[in-house]
């Protein structure tokens, strides 16, 4: 198989052509002259981009692939044969030759690579606002044989330049590869939290350090807030590579007369931690550290004069970066750094955090939603620490704590707390909830940071009178309509039931008496308020089937109605995967709704053989579940359901509806008492509210009262 060619998913030829995966996969079964896979697997086949190109161009189904696309394609197929840092670093290298030497013919062959890579190179190292770090940096960055890949991304790349430009190619390829999340192979800090964290450090304008800079976020955005110099080390040569393009496009795109265009930057590559190269004496350092590295150096750095504040335990390398970082700048200088909301509270850098405390130098610590920080689930927290300055007034008293998880706009939130704070400390007012000032003598047990254990929360009004009386009203008519619907001792089998002939679903289903169609792909779950928009159908998930309630999830509808037809009144619905197994006959309120991917749908062909509430019932037995239940899960609790394996004993048709009715008052009855609960629940729940929210029983003595006493 040869390696010069390009190739592409089918995910991205249907972006290529602007329609659905699904396209693709029909042109694929009914053309045969469809470009067969190069390469990928069977479940996901790969295709040489050029033929996929004639082929939709023959067809006439898309125009003529765009060169920003092509040089995408061509980036991510030369990932198969070198890292994807190294290839962006290539490719934005010549880019920015091309920008300063517009004039530079594209490569043709293998051997032009090399030549042109090494002229690109010096065009960066000689860049505006380029010093000696870049040149020894490119140095570092390792060095690749080049093939027919590397020529094709060099190539696509020119191409691309020749079309849209080569400042706004290199952008668009940065910007994509950044944001694909993990496959990047890294986590890029967001554009918006580097700005919140370089407005943190304060309007200093003198030299911005990034020791842990990865592809140059934050130092673009402290070149944007005015600082003269900005200087970054990263310990990938292949990223640090990246983040000195950037730079070097920042620069040959700003305006020369302005001011704030006059940025100097350096960028290294080298271990932070064990060997930094720049001097001590930053304005300021914000960074992203890496998180829970436990070969960060704790073994060679033993010894070392850095812990001022302490030894930083093996499992706490933010530790360890806080105070190389504040050794790295001037006394009073600021320090920023985004860190996991672990190394506020763990037990083993306690002792640390505590010395920091007594310092001054940790000033304030802001926690931001779950998400917030990209491809971080967890809800990360930026703290603000000033070196310790000997000539400063007395060291702080308190420090600044916040809790932005909750806003719609954190960084707005996080900026007005700051700026406020920074004004007047000592004048700063609690916000119950969101942010307060902290004594240190309240801190410096635990040393536990973490902000919202120390934010006095908003007093959560209780539920007002009359709506106390409305849910216990419910509660009582649900209750009453409880005892009501309470079954009847079933009816004694007929002695001939043990010799009743049974039959297994997977033999009905092929008798065509039952069909049993394949769960529908899961749909995006609403917000509570939501419905359904224009054009969406409502799916039912095995949670509804557990809770009795009606479809809660909503997204369109199934493309071919033959394979996931909306229910029907009458149709049998069952968890996939489930504790116990609950099968429940559709009613008017689901019918037109669709099963969700969790759920089982099974319909009834022939009414005079099966009835749908005998049938339901048997597979909610115990004696129906063993039958269905095909394997645990690990925590061996919940087990996979196929109904396939379920053997139905094959009563007369009369018999299976007088038994079928039973099984639904059955069913009246569970869903009745579902309602009873949840009812005496919320009941429970808001009258405890509204007594710790002030409202005293003496002064409303109903709302106790049993029931059967009760006088209005």
């Not at 079309?163 to 967001?190: M, Y």
């Not at 130098?361 to 703290?383: C, E, N």
């Not at 009203?473 to 049974?502: H, Y």
């Not at 003496?698 to 709302?703: R, V």
Request: charged letters at 20%; proline letters at 10%.
């Amino acid at each position: 198989m040869t390696t010069d060619r390009v190739e592409v998913t089918s995910a991205d030829i249907a972006r290529i052509a602007d329609v659905r995966p699904t396209a693709v996969s029909n042109w694929r079964r009914r053309h045969e002259d469809f470009p067969q896979p190069v390469g990928g697997t069977e479940r996901s086949p790969r295709f040489d981009l050029a033929e996929v190109e004639a082929w939709l161009l023959r067809e006439r189904k898309a125009p003529q692939i765009p060169p920003g696309q092509r040089l995408w394609q061509a980036f991510d197929s030369v990932r198969s044969v070198m890292p994807a840092d190294d290839a962006l670093g290539m490719a934005g290298t010549l880019l920015l030759h091309l920008h300063e030497h517009p004039a530079t013919p594209a490569p043709t062959r293998v051997s032009d690579c090399e030549h042109l890579l090494r002229e690109a190179e010096r065009t960066l190292s000689q860049a505006r606002g380029a010093r000696a770090g870049v040149t020894a940096l490119l140095a570092h960055c390792p060095r690749h044989e080049f093939g027919p890949r590397q020529l094709q991304l060099l190539s696509a790349a020119a191409e691309a330049a020749a079309a849209n430009g080569a400042a706004a190619t290199f952008d668009e390829l940065c910007a994509r590869h950044l944001s694909s999340g993990p496959r990047a192979g890294f986590s890029a800090t967001p554009p918006a939290l580097a700005d919140l964290m370089v407005h943190l450090a304060g309007p200093v304008h003198g030299t911005l350090l990034d020791p842990a800079c990865g592809s140059g976020t934050l130092l673009l955005a402290a070149a944007e807030h005015g600082y003269q110099r900005v200087q970054g080390q990263e310990l990938n040569p292949s990223l640090a590579r990246v983040t000195a393009v950037r730079l070097a496009f920042r620069a040959s795109t700003a305006d020369p007369e302005q001011v704030r265009a006059a940025v100097v930057y350096d960028v290294h590559a080298d271990d932070f931690l064990r060997s930094p190269v720049y001097p001590r004496k930053a304005s300021a350092v914000v960074t992203n550290p890496p998180f829970a590295d436990r070969t960060w150096g704790y073994e060679d750095l033993a010894d070392s004069v850095l812990w001022e504040y302490g030894v930083p335990p093996r499992a706490e390398s933010e530790l360890a970066w806080i105070q190389q970082a504040l050794a790295h700048v001037v006394p009073g200088a600021p320090v920023v750094l985004l860190m996991p909301p672990a190394a506020a509270v763990r037990p083993s850098g306690r002792r640390i955090r505590a010395e920091l405390l007594r310092r001054g130098a940790l000033r304030a610590v802001f926690s931001l939603p779950p998400g917030y920080a990209a491809h971080y689930a967890l809800p990360l927290q930026l703290w603000v620490l000033h070196r310790p300055d000997p000539t400063d007034a007395p060291r702080p008293a308190h420090i600044l704590v916040a809790d932005a998880g909750d806003s719609q706009d954190p960084a707005a939130l996080v900026r007005d707390i700051w700026d406020t704070y920074s004004a007047a400390p000592e004048a700063f007012t609690t916000r119950p909830g969101v942010a307060r000032t902290v004594p240190l003598a309240d801190l410096l047990d635990d040393a536990d940071v973490t902000p919202r254990r120390h934010l006095p929360q908003l007093a959560q009004p209780g539920a007002s009178l009359k709506e106390l009386t409305a849910t216990r009203s419910a509660f009582e008519e649900a209750a009453e309509a409880l005892l009501s619907r309470l079954p009847s001792l079933p009816p004694s089998p007929p002695a001939e039931w043990a010799e009743t002939r049974s039959v297994l679903l997977h033999d009905l289903i092929r008798s065509g008496a039952v069909v049993l169609h394949h769960p529908t792909p899961a749909r995006k779950v609403p917000l509570a308020e939501e419905s359904p928009g224009p054009g969406e159908a409502r799916f039912l998930t095995a949670a509804d089937l557990a809770t009795g309630r009606t479809a809660s999830n909503s997204g369109p509808a199934p493309e071919d109605p033959l394979r996931s037809p909306p229910i029907r009144v009458g149709d049998i619905l069952m968890p996939a995967i489930t504790r116990n197994v609950v099968a429940r006959v559709a009613t008017e309120e689901d019918a037109g709704s669709y099963p969700s991917a969790s759920v089982h749908h099974i319909r009834i062909t022939d009414p005079e053989l099966l009835d749908p509430w005998f049938f339901a019932g048997y597979l909610s037995s115990s004696e129906g579940s063993r039958q269905a239940s095909t394997a645990t899960s690990t925590l061996g609790v919940h087990a996979r359901i196929d109904p396939r394996r379920v053997r139905l004993p094959l009563l007369p048709i009369e018999q299976q509806r007088t038994y079928g009715e039973v099984f639904r008052s059955i069913s009246e009855f569970t869903r009745v008492l579902h309602t009873v609960h949840d009812l005496g629940s919320e009941l429970a729940r808001d009258a405890t509210d509204a007594l710790a929210a002030g409202l005293h029983p003496t002064d409303h003595p109903q709302l106790l009262t049993p029931a059967g006493e009760r006088t209005d």
